[in-house]
C-alpha cells in the first residue's frame, strides 16, 4: 500500500505547506504547522451546493427586517440579539463542563413546540441526552435526535426532516469521509463547518454549533471557524461558582458585547433577572478598599464592586495582581495616582479584585480602582451608597465615558444615593434619589472622598 501523502497545515490560517517550517508562509505566524494528511477529493465536491447568482445593484436591494425566533430563554436572546435568525450560523464554546449542551438542550425543549429542531450529538449516546432531560425535567418529547458523527450522514438528514433549528454538538467530533484526516483537525473542522454553513443558508436552518476551547480560552481549530459563522458566543464562569456568562463576540444581527447572566442550578440553568445583585458584595458594616462602578456589557449597565487591598511590601519587587481587571493597566494607573495626585505606592503590594468573577475590560472602571486603592491605603471606607465611574488619562484627567445617563439610571434604581462621574457625563436633568458630583481631574475626586 501506498504511503499517504503529508502536508503541514497551519492551525491559525489553515494554509499549507509541503514541509515543516517554523513560520505560518500566508499568515506569519509562528510554530502554527502541524502536518496532516493531503487530501485526494475531486473538484467537483462543491458542484451541487454552487449556485451562481447575477448582479445586481444595491439600491434594488430591498433591505428587509431579518425575522427572529425568539428561544424562551430571555438571557440567551438578549446575546443572540433578540432570538434565532433563519439561516443563520451560531457558534459557541466554553470549558468542558460550563454548561453548553445543558443551555441547548433546554434551547431545543423551549422551541420544540413550536419549531422543528433536531439535536446532532457526536459526543453523547441517545440515552445520555435523554437521562439529562429527565434529570433537568424538561419536555423533550417534541426534539428530535440523531447521535452521529459522520457529515456524510448527517446532512441528508436535516434535508430530508428539513428542522428550523439544529444543534451540532460538537463541530471538532464531526468528520467528513472525504477526508482522510482525524476528526478534530483542521481541516475537518474547516471543511465540516463550510457545508453545514452553505447547507444552513440554502435551507433556512438555524445552525448552532458547540466548539471546543483551548487551554488558553479561544476557540480550537482554525480561525476561519469564527469568521464564516454569523454569531460567536462564549460561555464563561468558573466551575467552583453556580454563576455563569455567556457574551457574544461577534453577532452579524445585532451588538456585540451583550451579556447574559445565568445560574447553574439542579434543574439546569435559571436565567438571573437582576445580574448587578450577583457582583455586589453584602457587608454587615463599611470596609476600606471597595468600591462600586458601574460596567457597561453591550446595552446593559451592570454594577460591580471593585475590592482592593493595599500592603506593605515584604520584598523588593511589590506585587501588582488582578484578578478580572488588566494587569498593565493597574500599573498605569499607580503611575497616574503618583505622578498628580502625591500618593505613592512604591513600596506597597496591590491587590484589586472584580467581584462575582466578572472580566471588566473597559477603562470606565479607571476612576473606581483609584478610589478603592486610596480607600485601602488610607483605611478610609466609602460611603456604601456610592457608585464611582470615569476613564482617568495619563494627565490626571478624567475623561467621559459612553452611555452614562444610563449607568447613572441603573445605579439609582438600585438604591444608590452618591455618585462620582465626569463633569462630561452630568445628567442635564436632576435623577430622583440620586446626588450626581461631578470632576473633571483625578485629585477632585480624591478630595471628594476626604469630604465625604
Known amino acids: 500500500m501506498a504511503k499517504a501523502k503529508t502536508v503541514y497545515t497551519c492551525t491559525e490560517c489553515g494554509g499549507q505547506a509541503s514541509k515543516w517550517q517554523g513560520q505560518c508562509p500566508a499568515c506569519l505566524a509562528w510554530n502554527t504547522l502541524v502536518e496532516t494528511v493531503a487530501e485526494t477529493t475531486g473538484n467537483n465536491r462543491y458542484a ?12 434594488d436591494v430591498e433591505a428587509a427586517d431579518v425575522p427572529r425566533h425568539p428561544t424562551g430563554i430571555n438571557e440567551f436572546d438578549r446575546v443572540l440579539g433578540g432570538g434565532l435568525v433563519p439561516g443563520g450560523v451560531v457558534l459557541i464554546g466554553g470549558d468542558p463542563g ?12 423551549h422551541l420544540g413546540a413550536q419549531r422543528k429542531s433536531i439535536y446532532v450529538s457526536g459526543e453523547e449516546s441517545a440515552q445520555q441526552i435523554a437521562m439529562r432531560a429527565k434529570r433537568l425535567g424538561l419536555n423533550a418529547g417534541p426534539v428530535e435526535l440523531l447521535a452521529e ?9 436535516l434535508q430530508k426532516h428539513m428542522p428550523e433549528v439544529a444543534v451540532i454538538d460538537s463541530i471538532q467530533t464531526v468528520y467528513s469521509e472525504a477526508l482522510q484526516s482525524a476528526p478534530g483537525s483542521v481541516a475537518q473542522v474547516r471543511e465540516c463547518s ?6 444552513a443558508k440554502q435551507l433556512g436552518i438555524t445552525v448552532i454549533l458547540v466548539g471546543h476551547v483551548t487551554k488558553e480560552g479561544s476557540l480550537a481549530g482554525p480561525r476561519v471557524l469564527e469568521h464564516i459563522v454569523d454569531t460567536v458566543l462564549y460561555f464563561e464562569g468558573d466551575q467552583n ?20 447572566v445565568f445560574a447553574m442550578t439542579e434543574k439546569g440553568l435559571r436565567e438571573v433577572s437582576n445580574p448587578s445583585a450577583l457582583f455586589l458584595s453584602h457587608h454587615s458594616e463599611q470596609v476600606s478598599g471597595s468600591c462600586i462602578t458601574v460596567t457597561q456589557e453591550g446595552t446593559r449597565p451592570l454594577l460591580v464592586e ?55 475590560s473597559e477603562p470606565a472602571v479607571d476612576l473606581a480602582v483609584l478610589l478603592a486603592i486610596v480607600s485601602s491605603l488610607k483605611n478610609k471606607p466609602l460611603h456604601n451608597k456610592l457608585i464611582v465611574f470615569g ?54 475626586a480624591l478630595q471628594l472622598m476626604r469630604d465625604s
Open 391 to 444: 476613564e482617568v488619562g495619563l494627565a490626571g484627567e478624567v475623561r467621559p465615558v459612553q452611555r452614562g445617563q444610563e449607568r447613572l439610571r441603573e445605579a439609582a434604581k438600585l438604591g444608590f444615593t452618591h455618585a462620582i462621574v465626569p463633569k462630561a457625563n452630568m445628567p442635564k436633568q436632576a435623577i430622583s434619589g440620586l446626588e450626581v458630583k461631578g470632576v473633571e481631574r483625578l485629585e477632585q
Open 194 to 199: 463550510a457545508q453545514l454553513t452553505r447547507l
Open 98 to 109: 460550563i454548561g453548553k449542551s445543558t443551555l441547548l438542550l433546554q434551547t431545543l425543549c
Open 241 to 260: 461558582s453556580s454563576f455563569r456568562l455567556v457574551r457574544a463576540f461577534k453577532n452579524r444581527f445585532g451588538a456585540v458585547n451583550e451579556l447574559g
Open 306 to 360: 471593585v475590592q482592593a487591598l493595599v500592603d506593605e511590601a515584604h520584598a523588593p519587587n511589590p506585587k501588582r495582581l488582578c484578578v478580572g481587571l488588566e494587569q498593565n493597566r493597574l500599573a498605569m494607573l499607580l503611575a497616574v495616582l503618583h505622578r498628580h495626585a502625591g500618593v505613592a505606592c512604591f513600596d506597597q503590594d496591590v491587590f484589586i479584585n472584580a467581584v462575582g468573577g466578572v472580566r471588566i
Open 149 to 157: 458523527i459522520s457529515l456524510e450522514r448527517i446532512i441528508p438528514t
Open 48 to 59: 451541487s451546493l454552487a449556485q451562481s447568482s447575477g448582479l445586481q445593484k444595491l439600491a
